[in-house]
């Protein structure tokens, strides 16, 4: 029987012409929607959503004039936009308009539902191409150093989510929710980044005390500025490799959010996150949204996307450090057997209504 990489036996098909020209639009499709890409993620850079939205049609010279931009530039984004069908154009008076129901995809005030936040990742891989390309022929993988914006932007992408989403529906799926932390627990976040999250939990539960890791220099000091900032004597950050933690039955509680699938050695974190955890404590392990099987994801929306984050960033950094390289969408069926080889039990995988692109997986130690 011929195996799946056997081709000694195989005849390419007669190319079908209807289907060429289908694949001729989509291509076609895939090449604007890139090119949109880029330009919305300058239209919030700019704040040029943010001026038009709830404005009436108005003139280049009149948007660029509010958002305290040069007319030029700002006439030839209009011209793109409007040619993609994503702001309306009136030849005859020669305005713009944006509409409502773009605007809440694509201003400030959307919140996590924001996109054009997302929109940033489009340039900000695109610095890395090269990078990526040539790590196709060895399998080295693109190290964290090479994507000097990705924290920003990243801060971004979750911030308002967790803004938003953090001590409103997350804290409330937890055993014990909120009394539990009012009344204090030792709480560990691992791959806290800018510390945002930490610093939300900190501030609304003051008994409760607070560290974070992470690996990177620059998250760490950006997090201690926060929490400084924000008066938290309950939180501390510490530079550390998630792989090499050793503290050992110090915490009731320890979170990862988004973190787990970039890590080199995934089994060793989960594994020193364990030994972290008191017995019966409590990990929250926040993971994209994803199936293991990818039949499974080919119908999805966003899959394109995830997949995409993943070849650009999420697998890159840990093939770069000797790493399995999981990637963004390793999936539910993939992480519980994870936690389970790490020793955790009673995994419930759930989520929350307001988050619908994370998983959630509960587990005790």
């Known amino acids: 029987m011929a195996s799946a990489s056997?081709?000694?036996?195989?005849?390419e098909p007669e190319p079908d012409k209807a289907r060429g020209k289908a694949f001729l639009q989509q291509m076609v499709g895939i090449l604007n929607g890139g090119a949109m890409g880029l330009l919305?993620?300058?239209?919030h850079k700019t704040g040029l959503f943010d001026t038009m939205d709830g404005a009436p049609p108005e003139t280049p010279e009149g948007i660029a004039k509010r958002a305290?931009?040069?007319p030029r530039p700002v006439r030839e984004w209009l011209s793109a936009l409007a040619c993609a069908g994503l702001v309306e154009h009136d030849p005859a008076l020669g305005t713009f308009r944006l509409p409502a129901e773009l605007a809440g995809l694509v201003t400030r005030r959307a919140g996590p539902l924001n996109l054009a936040v997302q929109a940033q990742y489009v340039g900000l891989f695109g610095g890395v191409e090269d990078d990526v390309a040539e790590s196709f022929t060895d399998g080295s993988g693109v190290p964290y150093d090479k994507y000097p914006k990705f924290q920003a932007v990243m801060a971004q992408s979750s911030g308002d989510r967790q803004e938003r989403t953090l001590l409103q529906a997350v804290v409330p799926i937890l055993?014990?929710?909120?009394?539990a932390l009012s009344a204090g627990l030792d709480v560990a976040d691992v791959g806290c980044g800018s510390g945002l999250a930490l610093c939300l939990l900190a501030e609304a539960f003051p008994k409760s005390r607070f560290t974070g890791f992470d690996f990177s220099e620059q998250a760490i000091?950006?997090?201690?500025?926060?929490?400084?900032a924000g008066g938290l004597s309950n939180v501390s950050f510490e530079v550390a490799?998630?792989?090499e933690l050793s503290h050992e039955q110090d915490f009731d509680l320890v979170t990862t959010f988004d973190a787990i699938h970039d890590q080199a050695h995934p089994a060793k974190v989960l594994a020193a996150i364990h030994r972290m955890l008191r017995p019966g404590g409590t990990y929250l392990c926040v993971e994209p949204k994803a199936s293991s099987d990818l039949a499974e994801m080919l119908d999805e929306p966003m899959a394109p996307f995830l997949y995409t984050i993943s070849t650009m960033h999420c697998?890159?950094?840990s093939l770069a450090?000797?790493?399995?390289?999981?990637?963004?969408?390793?999936g539910e069926q993939k992480t519980v057997e994870y936690l389970e080889n790490a020793g955790f039990t009673e995994i419930e995988v759930t989520g929350v209504r307001e988050d619908r692109a994370n998983s959630f997986f509960i587990a005790r130690a």
């Open 68 to 70: 305290g931009l040069h």
């Open 40 to 43: 919305i993620s300058i239209g």
């Open 241 to 243: 490799d998630a792989a």
């Open 221 to 228: 000091a950006a997090a201690r500025e926060r929490a400084a």
């Open 175 to 179: 055993p014990g929710g909120a009394e």
């Open 321 to 330: 450090y000797g790493g399995e390289g999981l990637g963004a969408a390793w």
């Open 315 to 317: 697998m890159q950094v």
């Open 6 to 11: 056997d081709h000694s036996e195989w005849t």
